[in-house]
């Protein structure tokens, strides 16, 4: 028995399934029903956010829950048709193409089948680490500009009134110059929904408040007979299932869509990675962020072949199936079972819904994702990143959204650019009655030794910064009275140098040389620096007894003499 479970734990399919146990069964059957009471409004809303008919949405459940139940890893993760990535898809797709045609929908398809390629691609290529591209700053500012378009989006059907074409400020514009035509009998059912999602919520996660208010809505609408006052409602859901085929789309098509679709994945591969750390499935162990990617790419590439669109991890559907006590993907399957059976029994229950109704869910959802905690945390406290913060929620409110998320994402590489690289100059001093050498700083009591200069970089040195810390060594021994007669690069920080940074210490070297400048270098601790000394030959200008464990080392070694 004790061989079984680590084969089991192993499978190649449905690998949750491994630790399931009779005993689960009441567990994940809690949490399945829990799930589905929650996503059916979700996807339902989460789809006529995307110009999509609510079906299509429920096919995107379907697709998810299938496909990482069989290939993901994590237990409780559910995957599913997700707010955060639909306006930046949807916004893209309406460059090509009408929302709600047949080329709309092929093309959500094709992009749905390139994001899960490229989220397998991604697990078999070990590339977890791609999650790790956008800063918090830019991912909090991202949350929020992505807030922003579902609010202004979903406002004109809460209000009751026509949705304008243009960038979202320029509907907002619109919307505020017809809010005396607003139909309050939408405006109450949207905001009642809202404050029902809210106080729900508020009480307790587990409470499907969002399938308690459409249900309220839906009633309110057929016993007032508000349809014919003007609330627009869902209509004719097809009860049709769900069936293979693959999109027609020209060739050129594909070629604009895979831009979109490396920018989609690059969001899911976040959002994914976020989820899969939140719950982990042994708390004692890592979570399989590749694996995990392969269970979500599944999803995205059955989503595409059932006519819907890409999927995405979703956190607080992940965090209803754990807090409710689902022990394995049997929830996600259950609640994909209750799903399939309403769109093939029960689809007509659906007609009734107003729209207003799955406006209110997508505004809860919005204020929902705006972490304002976060955002005046890094406010008080890192300024600089506040306006990283406000910088990428600007760029995807004011510009095409896709463009926005592609320039935060940008932002986010060269934030961490510019962190990785800035490091300056670090003087060291010696602690008294120890063989310790410090970084100077107000804070610590040190003393500097008469013809001795000990120097470093906090950083990876590269073409970036190598200029600057070459100029700066040369700009101390210039400076210095008396001038150095001995200066030990302290090299702990050096975890990397390039073939640029490389020639300037090559170049440093020699000027030192010239100048009757003895220079060592101590602590070259990484591996790969090393190996940078060895490839760039570097210990032809700098031989290697002058390399030291320890700053003290050399400045015992090398003290008393007078050149390199």
């Excluded at 680490?129 to 500012?141: K, M, R």
């Excluded at 017809?178 to 059912?189: E, M, P, R, S, V």
């Excluded at 249900?215 to 299932?241: C, D, F, H, N």
């Excluded at 095409?400 to 001093?429: C, D, N």
Aim: glycine letters at 10%; one cysteine or more.
């Amino acid at each position: 028995m004790g061989q079984d479970q680590p084969s089991r734990a192993n499978w190649p399919i449905f690998r949750s399934l491994a630790r399931f146990r009779p005993s689960d069964l009441p567990g994940d059957l809690i949490a399945g029903l829990t799930l589905a009471a929650i996503a059916i409004p979700e996807q339902m809303a989460t789809a006529r956010l995307g110009g999509f008919s609510p079906q299509i949405g429920f096919f995107a459940f379907l697709a998810g829950s299938i496909g990482f139940a069989m290939f993901g890893a994590n237990r409780f993760l559910s995957c599913g048709a997700d707010s955060t990535i639909t306006p930046i898809f949807a916004g893209g797709l309406a460059l090509m193409a009408t929302a709600g045609t047949h080329d709309y929908q092929a093309l959500a398809m094709g992009l749905a089948l390139l994001v899960g390629a490229i989220m397998i691609a991604g697990s078999l290529f070990r590339l977890g680490w791609i999650a790790n591209l956008l800063s918090t700053p830019v991912t909090v500012g991202f949350l929020a500009g992505i807030s922003v378009h579902i609010l202004v989006s979903q406002l004109s059907g809460v209000l009751g009134l026509a949705a304008p074409d243009g960038p979202t400020l320029y509907k907002l514009v619109v919307l505020a110059e017809h809010i005396g035509q607003t139909n309050f009998h939408t405006l109450a059912i949207g905001l009642g929904v809202l404050a029902l999602v809210a106080g729900s919520e508020r009480i307790s996660a587990r409470i499907p408040g969002a399938l308690i208010g459409l249900v309220v809505a839906t009633v309110a609408v057929i016993a007032g007979q508000l349809e014919s006052k003007g609330v627009r409602v869902v209509g004719a859901v097809p009860g049709t299932l769900p069936t293979p085929s693959f999109p027609e789309i020209a060739p050129e098509k594909w070629i604009k869509l895979l831009s979109l679709a490396f920018l989609i994945a690059v969001v899911v591969m976040v959002q994914t990675a976020a989820t899969t750390r939140s719950f982990l499935s042994d708390p004692d162990k890592p979570a399989d962020v590749d694996r995990d990617f392969l269970g979500v790419g599944a999803g995205s590439l059955l989503a595409g072949l059932f006519g819907a669109f890409p999927v995405n991890a979703s956190p607080p559907r992940t965090g209803i199936v754990s807090e409710t006590g689902g022990q394995t993907q049997l929830a996600g399957l259950v609640a994909a079972a209750i799903v399939l059976a309403l769109l093939a029994f029960g689809a007509t229950l659906l007609q009734h819904v107003p729209d207003a109704a799955l406006g209110g869910v997508l505004l809860f959802v919005a204020l929902r994702i705006i972490r304002v905690g976060q955002i005046v945390a890094i406010f008080r406290q890192s300024f600089y990143e506040f306006l990283l913060v406000v910088a990428t929620a600007a760029a995807i409110i004011v510009l095409p959204i896709e463009q926005g998320v592609a320039l935060g994402i940008a932002l986010s590489l060269l934030h961490g650019v510019w962190t990785t690289t800035r490091g300056r100059l670090v003087e060291f001093v010696h602690v008294p009655g120890t063989t310790i050498w410090w970084p100077a700083g107000p804070n610590v009591t040190g003393e500097r030794k008469p013809g001795i200069a000990v120097l470093g970089m906090q950083a990876p040195l590269s073409f970036l910064n190598a200029e600057g810390f070459h100029s700066d060594v040369l700009k101390v021994i210039g400076t210095a009275t008396p001038k150095p007669h001995l200066v030990v690069i302290e090299a702990s920080g050096l975890i990397e140098i390039d073939f640029t940074a490389a020639q300037e210490l090559r170049g440093l070297f020699r000027e030192c040389r010239e100048q009757g400048v003895t220079v060592a270098v101590a602590r070259l601790e990484s591996a790969r620096a090393h190996a940078a000394f060895e490839r760039f030959k570097l210990y032809e200008v700098l031989p290697n007894d002058r390399i030291f464990r320890s700053v003290d080392e050399a400045v015992r070694a090398l003290g008393g003499q007078t050149s390199i």
